[in-house]
């Protein structure tokens, strides 16, 4: 058919349309998600290898941030651990005003908090001041700490 071109080229630009939609819907989780990592990560003053490539695995595997890969969880990472080792204090506070923009939003809330726990035992062992940080993130999203037991 001779203007196949046209049919293709309308499912493409649907498919990033829809990608991009997509994309918009839930960046707001997926910064949210990055930094409750982040948080987490620095919560025990190191941030190990073992901690980021946890956190780009759960972005690679979670379906509600597949919008994204991790080229941008990487630069959104850098970015917060940029203001982390700027002004610890500093990188806190941008960490947390993604975090409480989820506060009663349950299922989303679940979902960075799980995160969160799985990052602070990627490097074998989830100590105090790691699950301190998740505490925290739970409560900045109005989720009850002790239903994932910390």
Known sequence: MPLSWIRDSYASVRDQILRQLKRSETEELFK??????AIVAYADGRFSSAEKASMLDLIRRTAEVEAFDTDDALTEFERISDLYDFDYVDGEAHAMRHLVRLRGRETEAMVVAKACAVIGSADGEF????????????RLTGLDPASLDV
């Open 32 to 37: 949210a998600v990055v930094a409750g990592c």
């Open 127 to 138: 100590d105090a001041d790691e699950k301190g940080a998740l505490r925290r993130i739970c």
